[in-house]
Structures are given as structure tokens and as C-alpha cells.
T-cell receptor, first 118, second 118 residues
Framework: EAQVTQNPRYLITVTGKKLTVTCSQNMNHEYMSWYRQDPGLGLRQIYYSMNVEVTDKGDVPEGYKVSRKEKRNFPLILESPSPNQTSLYFC?????????????????FGPGTRLTVL | AQTVTQSQPEMSVQEAETVTLSCTYDTSENNYYLFWYKQPPSRQMILVIRQEAYKQQNATENRFSVNFQKAAKSFSLKISDSQLGDTAMYFCAFMKHVSAGNNRKLIWGLGTSLAVNP
């Protein structure tokens, strides 16, 4: 089954304790992205990656890091989490193949990770 | 910068009836893509329907259809024969046309919470 998986689904942690949220896709997609969802602010892009070893900042990258060492994985790293990073996080992927019609390049979303930083 | 506005925070409809969710957007782009996503209580983000701006014909997917008015920058979603399983948060999203190798960032509205009542 084609899917994007995220782990953990729920996490409660304390300020300053480094954590990693994993994201993996089994569709051989080139493009992957992270969003955070907050009440009143909607979904905002944190980072994205067009391919292995190619990553770039989205709209709200402060306090986050990512890596793309393998095509299937795109972990989100919080080196020193703070309470303002309490949020619902989504990973997404799409084929990203150059020349493919963007309309049909559906973005698949993971199930979300609910993070609480105390 | 592009913005997406959903003016109805909450709506309700009786089972088997029809409901229309509103979405307006602001952009100076001429070619772009519009999407409706559904987020049920499970929090999974699911693509409902998509529309390419240069296509005048409105997209339909089974019970879901859109009314795309490019000049008015309006993109409403009509759900016919509403079912209990349609209860969810619905998000309107915008993506500008990008060339190969560019970010496929989605810009999101704040959502409309739809309740389908038996």
C-alpha cells in the first residue's frame, strides 16, 4: 500500500530535549515536505526537499532541521524544542518528477504527529 | 504573496442534502492549481478534488464538484448527497505553477468544519 508514515504519532517532551520525528514514504517520491498545523494559522511549510541531499527552507524553518540522506526518509529534527513548537506536524510527498503535470502530482500526507513541548 | 480565505468556520448539513463550502484566494499568478483537502477526526489529510486554473471546466469527483470562478478568484466545493462520513474539516489550498526543481508548496485556508447530521 502506498503511504507516508510518521513516527511517533504523539509525543510529549520538555524544553531543550532534542527529538526527531521520522517520515518515510514507499512511493519512490522525489519531493518531500514538512508542514505544521496550528489553530488560527493553518498549515505552514517548514522545510522541503526536491531530492536526496537537496533541502531548502519553507516559510517557518526557525528551530528545525531536516536531512535527506535517502530518498524514502525525511526526518524533522528539533535540536532544542521550545513550547512554541507545540503543534501538529505533517509530512508530505509527491513524485516531483520533472515534466510530470503538477496537477496530477498528488501530494500524499502522513497521519500527523502531535507534539507537545512543556 | 498568495492568500487563501475560507469565510465559513463551521457548517452543518442534513444527511443526503447538498452543501457548498466557500473559498476565495488572492494571487497575481495566471497559472496555478487549487485543491480541496478533507481532514476527518483521524487527522489524516485526504485530497478531495483538484482544479487547474487554465481549465474553465469545473472538476468533479463523484459527489464532489467545484465552482471555479477565475475572475472572481473563487473556488467553492459542493458536496451532493451528503453522508455521515463526510463529517470533517475541509481545507482549500493553492499551489502556484512551478517549473521542474521548484517547491510544490501548498498555501492553505484555515478550514471549514463540516458536520453531517443524521
Amino acid at each position: 500500500e502506498a503511504q507516508v508514515t510518521q513516527n511517533p504519532r504523539y509525543l510529549i517532551t520538555v524544553t531543550g530535549k532534542k527529538l526527531t520525528v521520522t517520515c518515510s514514504q514507499n512511493m519512490n517520491h522525489e519531493y518531500m515536505s514538512w508542514y505544521r498545523q496550528d489553530p488560527g494559522l493553518g498549515l505552514r511549510q517548514i522545510y522541503y526537499s526536491m531530492n536526496v541531499e537537496v533541502t531548502d527552507k519553507g516559510d517557518v524553518p526557525e528551530g528545525y532541521k531536516v536531512s535527506r540522506k535517502e530518498k524514502r526518509n525525511f526526518p524533522l529534527i528539533l535540536e532544542s524544542p521550545s513550547p512554541n513548537q507545540t503543534s501538529l506536524y505533517f509530512c508530505a510527498s509527491s513524485s516531483g518528477i520533472p515534466g510530470q503535470a503538477l496537477l496530477t502530482d498528488t501530494q500524499y500526507f502522513g497521519p500527523g504527529t502531535r507534539l507537545t513541548v512543556l | 504573496a498568495q492568500t487563501v480565505t475560507q469565510s465559513q468556520p463551521e457548517m452543518s448539513v442534513q444527511e443526503a442534502e447538498t452543501v457548498t463550502l466557500s473559498c476565495t484566494y488572492d494571487t497575481s499568478e495566471n497559472n496555478y492549481y487549487l485543491f480541496w483537502y478533507k481532514q476527518p477526526p483521524s487527522r489524516q489529510m485526504i485530497l478531495v478534488i483538484r482544479q487547474e486554473a487554465y481549465k474553465q471546466q469545473n472538476a468533479t469527483e463523484n459527489r464532489f464538484s467545484v465552482n471555479f470562478q477565475k475572475a472572481a478568484k473563487s473556488f467553492s466545493l459542493k458536496i451532493s448527497d451528503s453522508q455521515l462520513g463526510d463529517t470533517a474539516m475541509y481545507f482549500c489550498a493553492f499551489m502556484k505553477h512551478v517549473s521542474a526543481g521548484n517547491n510544490r508548496k501548498l498555501i492553505w485556508g484555515l478550514g471549514t468544519s463540516l458536520a453531517v447530521n443524521p
